[in-house]
């Protein structure tokens, strides 16, 4: 079957950074996604990774270790338009295949 | 960049009627596209697959007659509920792939769905 885990909720500061964790077993591996999701809106696309290593997109940053299952979504200067959810999502198949989403994390950024 | 527009963005109808849902790629060609559903605080599921100009694959436990999917072109698919029912009520989101298989999915702005 599929698990795809992160943290229901998370709470930080202003200005801060956070990290948010996604580990996954899955049946095939291709791929691993972070979005961003406001409430009542979809998904929007923020990071990829593929290989193992880290990937850096401006204040976001996505890191994979294909050996762990373990991928970690990176937030820093964090402001409080970053309050949504943040959904890992891994692409199990090669070729033109659907992402499977993990349950979300609801990031909440306070003053 | 690649844009997935979705059409309507909010519907309300009675029970036992039938809702279109549209997903167009603006940009691109989708020769494939994907429908999730989405409850709230709950993740994006996968509805059913559909492949332009062929029959939509749908994952288990969705039923293909009451959810219809046509992709008729390599830039429309439609999701048809039919005979609506109040569980049904939900937010349905698309998403589009072009050529290039390793581009991440953009989705649609979904479809907030109210079943009376």
């Known amino acids: 079957g599929q698990n795809i885990d992160q943290p229901t909720e998370m709470t930080a500061t202003e200005g801060a950074i956070v990290q948010i964790n996604c580990t996954y077993q899955t049946s095939g591996f291709n791929g691993l996604f972070w979005y961003q999701q406001h409430a009542g809106e979809a998904p929007t696309f923020l990071s990829y990774n593929v290989l193992d290593g880290l990937e850096e997109k401006g204040r976001f940053s996505s890191f994979l270790s294909r050996s762990k299952g373990y991928s970690y979504l990176l937030l820093k200067e964090l402001q409080m338009k970053d309050s949504a959810s943040y959904l890992c999502?891994?692409?199990?198949?090669?070729?033109?295949?659907?992402?499977?989403f993990g349950k979300g994390t609801r990031l909440s950024v306070i003053a | 960049g690649a844009v997935v527009s979705q059409h309507p963005s909010r519907v309300i109808c009675k029970s036992g009627t039938s809702v279109k849902i549209e997903c167009r790629s603006l940009d691109f060609q989708a020769t494939t596209m994907f429908w999730y559903r989405q409850f709230p605080k709950q993740s994006l599921m996968l509805m059913a697959t559909s492949n332009e100009g062929s029959k939509a694959t749908y994952e288990q436990g969705v039923e293909k007659d009451k959810f219809l999917i046509n992709h008729a072109s390599l830039t429309l698919s439609t999701l048809t509920v039919t005979s609506a029912h109040p569980e049904d009520s939900s937010f349905y989101i698309c998403?589009?792939?072009?050529?290039?298989?390793?581009?991440?999915?953009?989705f649609g702005n979904g479809t907030r769905l109210t079943v009376t």
């Open positions: 998403s589009a792939s072009g050529r290039d298989y390793n581009s991440p999915l953009h």
């Open positions: 999502a891994v692409r199990k198949n090669s070729g033109n295949t659907p992402l499977v």
